[in-house]
């Protein structure tokens, strides 16, 4: 992986979220001290326990919510806003789409939206269902789908808006684990295929391990921050019972041992 900046570049430097308590009168600190760049095309997770502010992190470079302090920028612009550069992929699917529209019309929504033409739209609603393994479903609502699919048109919604950046926020979360594993891979599939830029969130090791080129990880709130980083420089698909595998799993549960 090339090391040089790009526009694309997440920069994240000395960023402190604080949310106010539930007296109203103070803030508690979610975040603090938050370092990371992570660069244009890679795969990148951030693991840490439960609450310990990752999906806030997530959500600070989508632009949905504001920094406390610090800098957050994609190349040299500052991150103050959501931009069609970005992209969120949420745990829950159901809540994403739109159960009266078809796949494909799902699909479609973010390019009706621009007003691409409707030949255009269907020539990259095709591509995306394909590339997310959903040909032949395009007629169904979701309704009729399983959990897993529901993901992949999340997924192929997504990608059809071009964005440069996909935030993944535990994704494969509410799935079952047979279908977990499968999404696994179809998922490192198309990020080969696309060259996107992943940050994905999770508080499963393995699946940080079965993922990421670097795993961040983050320490237990409040104030939390990325102790950690660990590149995993095996091939993909990867391999639970690799030896270097168990090793990086052994080294990464080390930092959530009481
Ligand atoms: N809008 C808010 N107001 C006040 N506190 C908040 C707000 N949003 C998040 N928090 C707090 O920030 C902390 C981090 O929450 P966050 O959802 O980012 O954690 P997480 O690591 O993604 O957790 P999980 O893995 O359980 O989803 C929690 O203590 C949460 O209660």
């Known amino acids: 992986m090339a090391l040089s900046a790009t526009p694309k570049t997440i920069h994240i430097e000395n960023v402190n979220k604080a949310f106010p308590d539930a ?53 040299d612009e500052e991150i103050n806003k959501p931009g069609s550069d970005r992209a969120m992929v949420f745990q829950s699917a159901d809540a994403s789409l739109f159960p009266w529209l ?35 479903h395009e007629d169904k609502f979701p309704k009729a789908l399983s959990g897993g699919m529901k993901q992949r048109v999340q997924l192929a919604r997504v990608l059809a808006n071009d ?18 594993r499968t999404m696994q891979k179809e998922l490192i599939r198309i990020w080969q295929q696309t060259n996107k830029t992943v940050v994905f969130v999770t508080h499963d090791i393995q699946e940080a391990l079965l993922l990421g080129e ?3 990880i983050m320490s237990i709130g409040p104030n ?11 091939p993909y698909p990867r391999d639970m019972a690799d030896a270097r595998f168990l090793e990086l799993l052994q080294a990464i549960e080390s930092h959530f041992e009481e």
């Open 23 to 75: 007296s109203g009168t103070n803030v508690h600190y979610v975040l603090r001290d938050v370092n990371l760049v992570v660069q244009e095309g890679e795969f990148f997770v951030l693991l840490g326990p439960s609450g310990c502010g990752k999906s806030t992190l997530l959500n600070m470079i989508a632009g949905f919510i504001s920094k406390t302090e610090g800098r957050l920028a994609l190349g």
């Open 224 to 234: 939390s921050r990325i102790s950690e980083v660990y590149d995993v420089p095996l």
């Open 214 to 216: 670097r795993i961040g």
């Open 102 to 136: 078809t796949v494909r019309e799902n699909v479609e929504f973010g390019l009706r939206m621009k007003k691409v033409p409707k030949a255009e739209r269907n020539r990259i609603s095709d591509e995306f269902i394909r590339l997310v393994g959903l040909t032949g």
């Open 163 to 180: 964005p440069a950046i996909l935030l993944m926020d535990e994704p494969f979360g509410a799935l079952d684990a047979m279908t977990r």
